[in-house]
């Protein structure tokens, strides 16, 4: 099995849908014997420019280890599920457990305010 590091861009219309969407892949994963590493959510961002009319979109970062095939079919889904406005998939050398500097950054604001 091979790491990947994915982050989705989804709807802000489907905001109220996150929980399901991210069930839905963390499912495909764990049926078929892979792990997730880390899963964040990383709320609403701004877009540095516009995308199908959006000035902002719904941030999911996920660091899972499955299969290929698994993978295929999670791209697949991502492909023609209308809700997700952009994905990007890469693939990593080692599981990644830290929070994301983009978590971090968003903790020290908390923290700070």
Request: glycine content about 2%.
């Amino acid at each position: 099995m091979r790491h990947y590091e994915i982050v989705l861009m989804i709807h802000t219309d489907q905001s109220d849908q996150i929980s399901n969407i991210i069930e839905h892949y963390t499912k495909m994963i764990k049926i078929n014997k892979g792990s997730i590493h880390r899963l964040e959510d990383w709320g609403r961002r701004q877009l540095a420019y516009p995308i199908k009319k959006l000035n902002k979109a719904h941030y999911i970062l996920m660091n899972i280890e499955t299969s290929t095939k698994v993978l295929n079919n999670i791209i697949q889904d991502l492909n023609l599920n209308n809700f997700i406005i952009r994905n990007m998939i890469m693939r990593v050398k080692n599981a990644i457990n830290e929070p994301s500097p983009m978590k971090k950054t968003k903790e020290n604001k908390e923290l700070n305010n």
